[in-house]
């Protein structure tokens, strides 16, 4: 079992997680991009243009979560997480969706732990961003025709 001071959060500790969220959102803004224009069929036509706009959301993220890992005195990450590609709308869809859930379930942890380090416009930053993820996974499952999966929170 971890002692106590293994887990101790630092500021090094938040920039290294919020540098995986900035891999996540480098993920996000490709698949979003590549599955705007790839996404094919008269049902799937407002979703399509819905992509493009989350595509230009994610970049926004992205730089806000940079600007946040530089503050913390860290290097920004330039990798993204790896990009699933299918022909299938359905399965695209589904990607994005996983992708999204994920997404919240860190963010969710990520603002308690700015909160933790009393770094409270990161986690203000953060919760904004959060309302816009939970956006992107409700209009993906509603174009799955599903209802909105419930993330939970990460570790
Ligand atoms: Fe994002
Ligand atoms: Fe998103």
New binding site residues.
Partial sequence: MPTKTENKLTRQKLADALNEDLSREYQ?IIAYVNYSQVLKGASYMNIADELTV?AK??LD?ALQISNFVDYLGGMPSVTPKPVKTSEKAEEMLRFDLDN?TE?IRQYRRRVKQADELNEFAIAEGLREILV??QD?LISLATALGIDPPNPGIAD
């Fill in positions: 996000a989350h959301e994610e993220h999204e997404t816009q993820e992107h």
